[in-house]
């Protein structure tokens, strides 16, 4: 099964929200429960690293293959396109 960027961006967030309160708990966490978030966050951020990898392994691909990169979050905004006569000027 392939991934696309569609189903690894939600993915990579989700993983990054539960880094960032990993980070949060162990600046307040005390001695005893430390051990044990030090060792999720560092479980986190292995998982993270090797998302982006095959991310960017898969975006290399892509590029050798030809295949143009699909982004979801670009829009088109109402009354900024540039007309054929403003191309040519």
Excluded at 60 to 87: D, F, M, N, W, Y
């Amino acid at each position: 099964m392939e991934k696309t960027g569609l189903t690894q961006e939600p993915m990579l967030r989700r993983l990054e929200d539960r880094i960032r309160t990993l980070c949060c708990k162990a600046l307040t966490a005390r001695d005893h429960e430390s051990d044990a978030i030090f060792r999720d966050l560092r479980s986190a951020l292995h998982q993270h690293t090797e998302r982006l990898r095959q991310l960017a392994a898969l975006k290399l691909v892509s590029a050798k293959q030809g295949i143009p990169e699909r982004r979801s979050g670009q829009t088109h905004l109402k009354g900024t396109e540039i007309s054929g006569r403003e191309r040519s000027e």
